[in-house]
């Protein structure tokens, strides 16, 4: 009798065995074959969850800009501008401010050296109106950012690392397309200025991740009874080239 019921035991667990491939077969299959009007479903979801969990939600930014002496900088002396090339802190929310103050006198951030945030557990990044220049490889292994402010300011997005690639890349590189759909990773990217300007700021742009992540524009960093939060217009036209790509 004990011989039979570890038979059974056993059997039920070979079962169970195949049960799990199949499932894990057809959800392969699904994904894979998912087409332009389900991706597009998708993302307008994403959109959605964003704007009501990003918008308003006091626990995803920083509520004051992180302390100079949380960072490793350059300093120019003559110009009074500083560059960030480190950090130092453990915060998972930043705020890099347009300026910081220096035994009395003001110093401008000029731009982001490098990458600052290698390997830093960062969420979110508010990058402040005033600051023109960030790095194109500021994100570099930044695996856990899931929300990002950028200011009107910044000149442009094009700019590339050593490599061709640009800021967006970095973003793209380790994300599998069910993350981008499910927004389990990078959750949005805000934009201070209008629509025109974002499309003028990423024209040639070839990194998928603008395709799979909600974007809003016209974003501003507020701060009201419920502390410091970012609003910003959802920008629904450009989920209409938006396209699958197969997993990577």
Do not use: H
Not at 48 to 65: D, M, T, Y
Not at 228 to 238: C, L, M, R
């Amino acid at each position: 009798m004990k011989d039979f019921f570890n038979g059974m035991s056993k059997g039920a667990g070979v079962i169970a065995g195949i049960i799990l491939v199949i499932i894990c077969c057809c959800c392969c299959c699904g994904l894979s074959k998912m087409k332009p009007d389900d991706v597009k479903e998708a993302v307008n979801s994403g959109i959605e969850e964003g704007k009501a969990s990003a918008g308003r939600n006091v626990n995803l930014w920083a509520q004051s800009p992180t302390p100079l002496s949380d960072f490793e900088y350059e300093k120019d002396e003559d110009d009074k501008t500083i560059k960030i090339t480190g950090y130092k802190g453990n915060s998972t929310k930043l705020w890099i401010a347009s300026s910081y103050d220096i035994k009395g006198e003001t110093y401008w951030i000029d731009a982001t050296e490098g990458a600052p945030f290698i390997f830093k557990e960062v969420k979110s990044i508010i990058f402040d109106e005033g600051i023109t220049s960030i790095s194109p490889t500021v994100f570099n292994s930044m695996k856990n950012i899931q929300y990002i402010y950028f200011p009107s300011t910044i000149e442009t997005f094009n700019d590339t690392s050593m490599f061709g690639e640009d800021m967006f890349s970095y973003l793209s590189s380790s994300k599998k397309l069910d993350d981008r759909l499910n927004n389990e990773e990078l959750k949005g990217i805000y934009f201070g200025g209008s629509i025109d300007e974002w499309k003028a700021k990423t024209e040639g742009i070839s990194s998928n991740i603008l395709d799979f992540t909600p974007i809003f524009v016209d974003s501003k960093i507020t701060n009201d009874e419920n502390g410091i939060n970012v609003d910003g217009t959802p920008d629904t036209e450009a989920l209409q080239t938006a396209t699958p790509n197969e997993p990577e």
